[in-house]
């Protein structure tokens, strides 16, 4: 099963268009301590031919172009001239960042979306993703906790075996309701993990968590000794959006877990014998992304990895 990530940046990307803070700076300016990372997207495939999104950034545009396994195949002569390996995507939820990118598929594409029924209602009810051709893309709702085998637009399946579970987070900003109380409306179906793995049986398979607010004992024990994790990196500290002068918002308060402190995931996933651990969705104002902080050096130190675009990955 071979993974790509195609984007690795929280919303925004890095740097982030309207940020003028030290790690958007030197990212401009060149800095090859901070790289550049688009906003956070997966490509999954059991047999390197036909791949499946985790998520849809909006940045899907430039990330197809930066990876080959991802360019339609060559034909010359061909009399159709278009295609694409992309069969599916999967949504963890339906944030800007992980839904907008599937606009940029409207190209008469044919592919499937799954999602939860929460999410595939919210794209129901915004008119402008039927540019999106019902007749060759289907909507698919999966349910939390039924693993399902993803399947391309005919109905083929794709090698794949995948259980998307609630974990805690918090709806998307343009769907807070302040009326609903402290959860602003928040519903299980909201956030979700996903853990992938072939149908084969050739690997465990790894979860992806790009959105997670905190890590309770039942999550804990379902990641413990896990091949592979990728989870959500989003901000060093809790505070560190208002410290920093770009946000009024704590972490918690956007449905993200900090990486540091007795409360962050560092703390928590020590413990949990993972053998690859990768921080996704990082935001721009996390000095961990900086390859020359003490941050960066306190996260690998304690067995993490800072993913970054194009990264591939092999289980």
Known sequence: MKILVLGSAAGGGFPQWNCGCVGCRRARSGDP???????????????????????????????????????????PGASVM??????????TNADIDHV????????????????????????????????????????????????????????????????????????????????????FGSVAEDTVALRVRPTDGASDGFFYIPGCAALPGWLADRLYGAPLVLFDGTT?????????????????????MAMSGPDGSLAAFAPLNIARKIYIHINNTNPALLEDSPERREAEAAG????????ELTL
């Open 33 to 75: 301590a901070a790289k550049p990372r688009t906003q956070s997207s997966l490509a999954v495939s059991a047999d390197g031919r036909r791949w499946v999104l985790l998520n849809a950034s909006p940045d899907l545009g430039a990330q197809l172009l930066a990876s080959p396994a991802l360019h339609p195949p060559a034909s």
């Open 82 to 91: 278009r295609g694409n390996p992309i069969a599916a995507a999967v949504l």
């Open 100 to 183: 907008a990118g599937l606009l940029t598929l409207r190209e008469s594409h044919p592919f499937a979306v799954y999602a939860t029924a929460r999410v595939q209602s919210v794209l129901a009810a915004n008119s402008v993703f039927n540019v999106l051709n019902p007749a060759l893309v289907p909507r698919r709702v999966m349910n939390l906790g039924a693993p399902f085998q993803p399947a391309d637009a005919d109905g083929v399946p794709l090698g794949l075996e995948i259980e998307a579970f609630a974990v805690p987070g918090k709806v998307a900003l343009y769907l807070e309701d302040e009326a609903a109380g402290p959860s």
């Open 236 to 256: 060093w500290t809790d505070d560190e959006m208002i410290r920093s002068g770009t946000g009024v918002k704590t972490a918690a308060r956007m449905g993200h």
């Open 304 to 311: 993490w990895r800072i993913a970054h675009d194009g990264l």
